[in-house]
């Protein structure tokens, strides 16, 4: 069992940054990919970003360049920096936890959710 936490979140106007970390309890974490996903109210939940127990990541296209994950594994905690905001960033923004190695673009592929931290991104 895995259990997620996520914080950072905020009010930030366009063109600022955030940093949102998610901790996890646990002592296998990095053996799981380590995924962030968002939702917009009234849309479906859509990934952003993940990086994989190799290490090796994949970025959703309307991110690539402008956000970047990080994982520090002694610390059980994956991190989204998250630069160049644009309104259309405004969603809950949430981690998740997967054993998988493909398949990681979709929410089904994840065990383990956070219960997410709100971003707002104000024009």
């Known amino acids: 069992q895995v259990q997620l936490v996520e914080s950072g979140g905020g009010l930030v106007q366009a063109g600022g940054s955030l940093r949102l970390s998610c901790a996890a309890s646990?002592?296998?974490?990095?053996?799981?990919?380590m995924g962030w996903f968002r939702q917009a109210p009234g849309k479906e939940r859509e990934f952003v970003v993940v990086s994989r127990s190799d290490g090796t990541t994949y970025y959703a296209d309307s991110v690539k360049g402008r956000f970047t994950i990080s994982r520090d594994n002694a610390k059980n905690t994956v991190y989204l920096q998250m630069d160049s905001l644009k309104p259309e960033d405004t969603a809950v923004y949430y981690c998740?936890?997967?054993?998988?190695?493909?398949?990681?673009?979709?929410?089904?592929?994840?065990?383990?959710w956070g219960q997410g931290t709100q971003v707002t991104v104000s024009s």
């Open positions: 998740a936890a997967s054993t998988r190695y493909f398949g990681l673009s979709a929410a089904s592929a994840y065990e383990y």
């Open positions: 646990g002592r296998t974490f990095s053996t799981y990919a």
